[in-house]
């Protein structure tokens, strides 16, 4: 079964620091478009992130540019996350897309994860 794995969220004070790991079940992630998204109660589903496949190229929405990198390596895709804020409280999901390059538009994320919790508060 293909699936997608997200693990390293948790309670974080604001200026923290968290770092978040993707990992496939049944395929291999290097050919794959990863994306970041969250999404908080009431808010709309958000991509925050994106690492196009063989890490050729990156994009970050401007809520989190500067804070936040996406690298890929070994197999597992990372989202360090500094200077967490209040705001970026949600729920993190990765999801891939076959081939994905992050300049392209219309991104078809095929496979999603559970998602993880991140809480930035004091």
């Known amino acids: 079964q293909l699936q997608l794995v997200e693990s390293g969220g948790g309670l974080v004070q604001p200026g923290g620091s968290l770092r978040l790991s993707c990992a496939a079940s049944?395929?291999?992630?290097?050919?794959?478009?990863i994306g970041w998204f969250r999404q908080a109660p009431g808010k709309e589903r958000e991509e925050v992130s994106c690492?196009?496949?063989?890490?050729?190229g990156t994009k970050y929405a401007d809520s989190v540019k500067g804070r936040f990198t996406v690298s890929r390596d070994n197999g597992m895709v990372y989202l360090q996350m500094n200077s967490l804020k209040p705001e970026d409280t949600a729920v993190y999901y990765c999801?891939?897309?076959?081939?994905?390059?992050?300049?392209?538009?219309?991104?078809?994320?095929?496979?999603w994860g559970q998602g993880t919790q991140v809480t930035v508060s004091s």
């Open positions: 999801a891939a897309q076959l081939w994905r390059l992050c300049v392209s538009p219309g991104a078809e994320y095929v496979y």
């Open positions: 690492i196009s496949y063989l890490g050729r």
């Open positions: 049944g395929f291999i992630l290097d050919n794959y478009g």
